[in-house]
């Protein structure tokens, strides 16, 4: 048995660091991957090298089936959720497909590997009268003209419009920004760009932070970003997290995160009467699997009504 502490001895005495340093680059190169998912992965696989160790096997080459499964199931014994270990399951097929087509090692150990499946859950969604009622909210805060107030107004107002990801909306410049034809241009997963709409409400809003508040937050330090924080830098991913959940609150709807504006915003889409095809190119899904879904929550929506409604339910 040879002992393995930290994820950090992984890195640095190991086997394991050159290939994971090469694999991550591999990931951020040729599949354009993003940083934190990037992460993600490496740490996955760093987990699995400390667990290898200590069943004495230390040679990425030397793994094989069982010790995969060994690992998967020590996450089961620890009560891990189903979320995580489909994860790191899908981590490790990814590495070794890899590690076997490059030629680092002489067969893919992971090509039957069985991970359980995450569990389906519906997404969070708000109703179309809470999210009017969270984007006036917004409004009537922002009516001070209060520049931070303005910002948020117009993120949660894009962000409902749009569908688009919260790292997507940080990574907006100005220039991405089309208020004529109202559409915004936005990075995606696997460095994907395309093209999203927005409606009248949300051209106001940005129209409000644009003439009224960007430049009151503006300093030597301000790039391209639409989005600017309080000393003039991006805006990042977490501070606009905390604007959703406050306005949540002032709003008197349900609590919900950036992403459960994506998800309102696709399933009211589909209740709207667009069409999957149509969705799923807004919200910039590489499958229309992914985007099939939010036809999920629309439907027990549809069965809630009908059951509170008909008089036959």
Known sequence: MVPVSSTLEVRETTEWGPHLADFAAHLDAQRGLAAHTVRAYRSDLEQLAVYAAEQGVTSVADIDLTVLRGWLGSMTERNLSRATIARRGASARTFFEWAARTGRVANDPASRLASPRADRSLPTVLGVDSAARLMEAARERAASDNPAHLRDWAAVELLYATGIRVGELVGVDVHDVDLDQRMVRVLGKGAKERVVPFGQPAGRALDAWLTRGRHVLT???????????????????????????????????????????????????????????????????????????????????????????????
């Open 219 to 313: 300093s030597r330090l301000t790039d391209d970003a639409l989005l600017l924080g309080s000393r003039g830098q991006r805006w990042g991913q977490r501070q606009v997290r905390e604007v959703v959940h406050d306005l949540a609150r002032l709003a008197d709807v349900e609590d919900i995160a950036p992403h459960g504006l994506r998800h309102s915003a696709a399933t009211h889409l589909l209740a709207g009467g667009s069409d999957l095809r149509g969705v799923q190119e807004v919200l910039g899904h590489a499958t229309l699997a992914t985007t099939q879904k939010y036809t999920h929550v629309s439907a027990e929506r549809l069965r809630s009504s009908y059951e509170l409604a008909h008089p036959r339910a």
